[in-house]
């Protein structure tokens, strides 16, 4: 056991989860009396409620209450959001609704079936307005307004200028534009959100358990909008959560809701949202649209970039957002060398479901629009796109490099990664391949995208919405923070407990291998605890499983708290056996001196002593056995002039993917799709290929099928599964994963994050590949996703030739 | 609401229950049976995560009603590992890394139990056939076709084994 970090160890969770045996939400029991809550939602995209009548409702049998926003509202705080904006986000529609979906009342009722049953009987009257769903018409003059006292739809708009960008524009041999639309779409884990809510009047205080993954900085908005001290607010994660992929943050505003119903219908509530109410009213990712201008040199050096975007947040802003604006911050200008930049960042509120984290978080954003004008230089210079890449490149040699925008990439070998993807997946060759096969009449395309991966937020980077001297209004923010504790009982068992609240990660196994290592204990005889209580569990406002930080944030914090244990166990041992500290190490289960085998004495002995005999101890030394440790990595709060390293490690991701398309049908058929990885040291190499793989097809997914489709008077149209496709088996393409390892100077065990990266690169990489099918068609792909209707319409609508048959 | 009275064997023990008419079978099973590894995914049978046998055939337990299995018999997850001892689909779940949230892993252990019953030799189209009524949101589905072909693999050595 002594090397299991960097293994690949099976996984401690898995018995359970295949024996039906696993703890979910919906799985751990009620208190008695707990009614079920049922929401009424808005058909309209916007109108003015006009009056609600439940006196119909309140009749049936099993009903225990009706809730509307003018019953929360005097209970509630609006939402606090990290902007100047005054948008007033309520949990449910108080006058106005602003989207299809949004909550307008809930029934409470002996069961579910009751409780909607009564839904039906509840007449509301509404005046509608004019819908706005599109982010540039949401800007122009004379849109229809959201939110009237706000005046405009936009809720957060800053400029920022790194470098000389107007030099860089003049010194450019050719400018290489383009505008990009990236749309919504979603995460849609298999277990819905969930939440049981209790308020006790005697406390006027809330326990809540739901399937809430963090991050804990939303504990305090929270807490905020109920009006209680946040140690009122309880808040219990389960062990098992059926999936995120960053939705799950997204149920705050539910947690809010359920926990005021309670309240005010005088019982404990319990909520297990349905698939529908899952599409349109949970969260999504932003729609996007980009203006990018690329200052480029003739050899294809870029030399500036400027970019206008416009992110479409939904009818409210709502927290953590606009942070899909920033959070690729320091990474805006990727994997590449360019030290001039200027973006101009708007957050645009539209009649559309509000949005929040989803795996990638604001990566497939920025990259779709990045990555794609590569290509086009490449295109437009008349030069290979592996070349473009190459000559813009950060090279070995300029790591720890710093971005334009503030970024400190902690390390990497891009070039090398780069060579080893062209390598795999025979990129001459494939070139040779789709000259021969245009001669035929058949469309091959291979496409090309390298990304950085960040992880770890720094809890900054959202400040950065706020202007240098809005900032200085507030207390610096900064920093990323995470805990783990680690207990040894009198039977020289441990327990660890971490606040990464789990979604599927494996942390579990992790975390087990980890303090495996370093206490020379077998990992199966660790217990871990994945559940996080805000009563009693360490934790910090950037816990939780978002931004890949397990891998940099959690894993350090398990490290960490494990040192201090092993220290304990080795000062009391030394004690023990009369020897010097620094003569003993340890070794399955006993701790022993290096020098003089014969002299040892096993943690469960050590353990004994630290409960049963604290007079045995070190003179001054604390009983039992029980420590925590609080993990920060070094990140520093915006500077005046808005620098930000946004995440704590960086990570890479090189892509290539081959495509056929029938020209008949527009038909996609991707030939191959190759990855190669650099997350520094991995720490189980089973569990990243199933994260990358996981990530990678809900990259495809955005690619190819997935999309919250609105019409144009703000209707939603895909509000099932049978309308909103998520790949299945037989959409899965061959993948071939390839890794390096270059460690993070940054973390203790050299890891980066790791399991969003192809879920930023697939999209735009996809992209590219059908678009260099397509070359022959001149057409440009700018939007996604790539249906075989949009890649037919362009074929039949081009003036080119295309392929000669 | 009319309540009827049905019996049904559940993983071999015998359950009489009195239900609604309109009480869906995946409801019954958790609720009133208390067996939760039959999970709720979507309620409208797109994505798979309820899925049962029913007189050992897998079925959407979302889209039938509890009065519809009086007399019958059903197996759920609960059922497939006998005295704690993992089936060879569900060890090799484990080590193929065939799951991650595991939410949607009863479903497709029970579509697949079924499946290579009656199918013990696919090819790797029809387990991804077979596979894509049911989403999976973690693994990319990778880690699931290895855990089967490895188990139809180790079926075949078996069946060859024993014709030598």
């Not at chain 1, 920093?479 to 327990?495: F, H, K, L, Y």
């Not at chain 1, 009983?623 to 520093?636: M, R, V």
Request: hydrophobic share 35%; charged share 20%.
């Amino acid at each position: 056991m002594s090397k299991v970090i960097g293994k690949r160890v099976t996984r401690v969770e898995d018995k359970r989860l295949l024996t039906g045996q696993g703890k979910y939400i919906d799985d751990i029991g009620t208190p008695p009396n707990t009614a079920h809550a049922a929401i009424l939602r808005s058909p309209y995209p916007h109108a003015k409620i006009i009056s609600i009548d439940y006196s119909e409702a309140l009749k049936i049998p099993g009903v225990k209450g009706v809730v509307t926003g003018k019953d929360v509202q005097p209970l509630l705080n609006p939402f606090s959001v990290g902007v100047s904006a005054p948008v007033k986000y309520y949990p449910i529609a108080i006058d106005k609704v602003r989207y299809v979906g949004e909550p307008v009342a809930v029934v409470v009722a002996k069961n579910r079936y009751i409780a909607e049953d009564a839904l039906e009987k509840i007449k509301v009257k509404y005046e509608t307005l004019e819908p706005i769903v599109d982010i540039e018409r949401a800007l122009e003059e004379g849109a229809p307004i959201l939110h009237e006292n706000v005046g405009s739809n936009i809720a957060n708009h800053r400029t920022f200028h790194y470098g000389d960008v107007d030099k860089a524009f003049q010194q450019a041999d050719r400018i290489v534009k383009h505008r990009f639309h990236f749309p919504k779409y979603s995460a849609t884990p298999v277990e819905t959100y969930g939440i049981i809510a209790q308020y006790e009047e005697s406390t006027d205080s809330y326990t809540i358990h739901a399937n809430f993954h963090g991050p804990f900085v939303l504990h305090s908005i929270m807490a905020g909008a109920l009006k209680v001290p946040s140690n009122r607010l309880r808040i219990i994660i389960p062990k098992d959560i059926g999936g995120s992929y960053g939705i799950k943050a997204g149920i705050f505003p539910y947690i809010v809701l359920c926990s005021v119903v309670s309240r005010l219908v005088g019982c404990p509530v319990k909520w297990i949202e349905d698939r529908q109410e899952h599409l349109a009213a949970s969260s999504s990712c932003t729609d996007r649209v980009t203006y990018i201008e690329a200052a480029v040199r003739n050899d294809g050096k870029v030399l500036g970039l400027k970019m206008k975007i416009m992110d479409n947040v939904g009818a409210y802003i709502r927290a953590p957002e606009p942070a899909c604006l920033y959070r690729n911050h320091a990474n805006t200008t990727g994997a590449y060398d360019i030290p001039n930049l200027m973006l101009d960042a708007y957050a645009v509120m539209t009649n559309k479901l509000p949005t929040g984290l989803i795996r990638g978080y604001g990566g497939q954003e920025t990259y779709f629009p990045l990555e794609r004008i590569m290509q086009m230089i490449a295109d437009e210079l008349e030069m290979d796109p592996a070349d473009v890449i190459r000559r813009n490149l950060i090279k070995k040699e300029q790591f720890p490099y710093k971005t334009a925008s503030g970024g400190v990439y902690d390390s990497g070998d891009y070039e090398k990664a780069f060579d080893l993807l062209l390598k795999t997946g025979k990129y001459e060759e494939f070139r040779k391949k789709q000259i021969e096969a245009r001669k035929k009449g058949k469309l091959l395309g291979v496409g090309l995208a390298v990304i950085v991966e960040p992880s770890g937020s720094n809890m900054g980077y959202i400040t950065i919405a706020l202007t240098p001297e809005e900032r200085k209004a507030g207390l610096p923010k900064s920093g990323c923070t995470e805990a783990a504790t680690i207990s040894i009982d009198p039977m020289g068992n441990v327990n660890v407990r971490i606040s990464t609240t789990p979604t599927g990660q494996g942390h579990e196994t992790v975390a087990s291998q980890i303090v495996s290592e370093i206490l020379g204990i077998p990992h199966d005889k660790i217990n871990v605890v994945a559940e996080l209580d805000t009563a009693t569990s360490a934790w910090s406002i950037a816990s939780g499983s978002y931004s890949s930080r397990f891998a940099s944030m959690g894993s350090s914090a398990v490290y960490y708290a494990a040192q201090k244990v092993k220290r304990k166990l080795i000062k009391i041992a030394a004690h023990l056996l009369q020897i010097d500290e620094d003569s003993l190490t340890i070794e399955n289960g006993q701790i022993i001196s290096k020098t003089d085998p014969s002299k040892s004495i096993s943690i469960k002995r050590v353990a004994g002593s630290a409960h049963w005999n604290p007079l045995s101890l070190p003179e001054g030394m604390e009983p039992g056995i029980y420590e925590t440790a609080y993990y920060t990595a070094q990140a520093e709060p915006p500077d005046d002039n808005d620098l930000i390293n946004s995440s704590i490690t960086y990570g890479f991701v090189a892509d290539l993917v081959t495509v056929e398309i029938d020209p008949e049908t527009g038909e996609i058929h991707i030939l191959d799709y190759y990855t190669v990885h650099d997350a520094g040291k991995l720490l189980n190499p089973l569990i990243v290929d199933g994260q990358i793989l996981g990530g990678l097809v809900h990259g495809l997914g955005g690619a190819m099928y997935e999309e919250l489709v609105y019409d144009d008077k703000g209707q939603l149209l895909t509000g099932s599964f049978m309308d909103y496709l998520c790949p299945t088996a037989t959409e899965i393409p061959r993948v071939t994963i390839k890794h390096i390892e270059t460690p993070s100077p940054l973390t203790p065990l050299g890891a980066k994050g790791l399991g969003e990266g192809n879920t930023m690169s697939a999209p735009v990489v996809i992209a590219n590949a059908v678009n260099d099918a397509l070359k022959p068609y001149g057409v440009i792909i700018d939007s996604l996703p790539i249906t075989p209707n949009k890649v037919w319409s362009m074929i039949n609508q081009s003036t080119k030739q295309g392929v000669s048959s | 609401m009319s309540v009827h009275k049905i019996e049904v064997t559940i993983n071999g023990k015998k359950y009489q229950e009195q239900v609604e008419s309109r009480m869906l079978l995946s409801d019954f099973l958790r609720e009133t049976c208390g067996l939760t590894g039959t999970h709720v995914g979507c309620e409208h049978g797109v994505c798979g995560a309820c899925t049962i046998h029913l007189n050992g055939s897998a079925v959407r337990s979302c889209l039938i009603f509890a009065v519809q299995v009086d007399g019958q018999e059903i197996t759920t997850v609960e059922g497939l590992a006998k005295d704690g001892e993992l089936t060879p689909l569900q060890r090799n779940f484990i080590e193929c890394h065939g799951l991650q949230c595991g939410f949607c892993t009863p479903g497709i252990l029970m579509s697949t139990t079924d499946y290579l019953q009656k199918n013990p030799q696919p090819t790797l189209q029809e387990i991804k056939e077979m596979l894509s009524g049911h989403l999976c949101r973690c693994t990319g589905y990778e880690g699931i076709i290895k855990a089967i072909q490895k188990t139809v693999d180790e079926n075949n050595h078996h069946y060859e084994a024993e014709r030598r």
